[in-house]
């Protein structure tokens, strides 16, 4: 049905900068929330960025000021601007969306991509 497609990720210095992308593929008709989570290994998965379809965002603390999610609604997809990145920003990032609308009945679908790994070197 939908598929979240993720790209971006890779290695980075401390105080580098990246930036990534997720695409939800689909006959989609419109996404109430979408953003990005990640788990650091031995951590749990902790929510990063959302933003809603009203265009509304919300942060973690730990990132606030250094990281900007942003979407194209046309398109599909959501994008996470992520700066000044710290050792501690490392973990796989995943994409997730929250009540994708599949039609007009109101089905929806809410799931996550396979995953990214950020790793931010000292």
């Known amino acids: 049905q939908v598929e979240l497609v993720q790209s971006g990720g890779g290695l980075v210095q401390a105080g580098g900068s990246l930036r990534l992308s997720c695409t939800a593929s689909?006959?989609?008709?419109?996404?109430?929330?979408i953003g990005w989570d990640r788990q650091a290994p031995g951590k749990q998965r902790e929510l990063v960025a959302r933003?809603?379809?009203?265009?509304?965002?919300t942060y973690a603390d730990s990132v606030k000021g250094r990281f900007t999610i942003s979407r194209h609604n046309a398109e599909n997809s959501v994008y996470l601007q992520m700066n000044s990145l710290k050792p501690e920003d490392t973990a796989v990032y995943y994409c997730?969306?929250?009540?994708?609308?599949?039609?007009?009945?109101?089905?929806?679908?809410?799931?996550w991509g396979s995953g990214t790994q950020v790793t931010v070197s000292s």
């Open positions: 997730t969306a929250d009540r994708i609308r599949l039609d007009e009945y109101g089905t929806t679908w809410s799931g």
């Open positions: 933003i809603f379809s009203s265009g509304s965002t």
């Open positions: 689909g006959s989609i008709l419109g996404i109430y929330e």
